[in-house]
């Protein structure tokens, strides 16, 4: 029998409630553990810092948005290899390939159904989904 291992998400968003949602979500549903920055400048600090096993970031957000966010992540040898989601409005979302051009792994559009986030993230990141506490 093999242990299930905690991942560890940073989740990049401006937003309380949004921090709120997406903890409760991630942590109740597959007992990830989850780190949030308010702002980008945060998430990069954090993200260099935490070294989580991936990074859910909002697309939208005052002083650094979500790309540049991730453009300062992928300069820095210590977060280039973290894989990136977006978490973005669902217009933004027309051009899926745009986020993965970027270099993205990913995109989920807000709204989202909180009961399939972590299946979607799962899906996009490559994990087993047997490694979740569902």
Known sequence: MTAKTTKRILFIDDEPHMQYIVKTC??????WEVLQAKSGFEGLIKAETEKPDAILLDGMMPEMNGIICLQKLQLNPKTQSLPVIFLTVTSSLTEPHRFLELGAVGAIAKPFDPLTLVTKMTKILGWNVEELKL
């Open 26 to 31: 991630l942590k109740s549903f597959a007992g």
